[in-house]
């Protein structure tokens, strides 16, 4: 079945590190996001990128850096200029240029929870 | 920019009834998608139903529809039948149909609680 995978579920990250969360789809899709969820509020983009090799940035990317080596992938890095990174993670992927008069929004994955300790 | 508003920061409803979560957004494009998403305690973003501004039908899935006032830029959704099951987190976005792709409006989410 196609779908995003998101590893790991859960991450634990100490001050000053940095740490990677892994996104992979096998949907074809073209477009890919980072969305960042804080307790009790909506979600906010970190980075989108709608083809290979290049991506752009979202309202927070400070802190955040992301590749786009291949379709199917897309890591995010948070760097230890992230001050308060705990939180949860989405990563999504939608087709980037649907025919006119069709949409289908986005495939989430699971998420990771990243925990500073 | 384009802003969704979500009035309700919790709602709660008896299994078997219904209850509509309030959505309304601000945007000056014409040609836009709505989209209603669940968010269960798994944190799994489930897609419940989408709307094209240019359809003036109401989208329907099952118990779940929609009641898309153009005009008053309100895009509300209603679940017929609340099931345990039901239980989420559900947040309304709006997409700009000229930059698909590019990033989605979420509103900050309604918290719905269905008792049994």
Known sequence: DGGITQSPKYLFRKEGQNVTLS?????NHDAMYWYRQDPGQGLRLIYYSQIVNDFQKGDIAEGYSVSREKKESF????TSAQKNPTAFYLCASSIAFPPPGRSYGYTFGSGTRLTVV | AQTVTQSQPEMS???AETVTLSCT???SE???YLFWYKQPPSRQMILVIRQEAYKQQNATENRFSVNFQKAAKSFSLKISDSQLGDTA?????FMDRDN?????VFGPGTRLSVLP
């Open chain 2, 13 to 15: 409803v008896q299994e």
């Open chain 1, 23 to 27: 996104c992979e789809q096998n949907l």
């Open chain 2, 25 to 27: 957004y601000d945007t």
């Open chain 2, 100 to 104: 698909y792709g590019q990033n989605f």
């Open chain 2, 30 to 32: 014409n040609n836009y």
């Open chain 1, 75 to 78: 890591p995010l890095t948070v």
């Open chain 2, 89 to 93: 987190m559900y947040f309304c976005a």
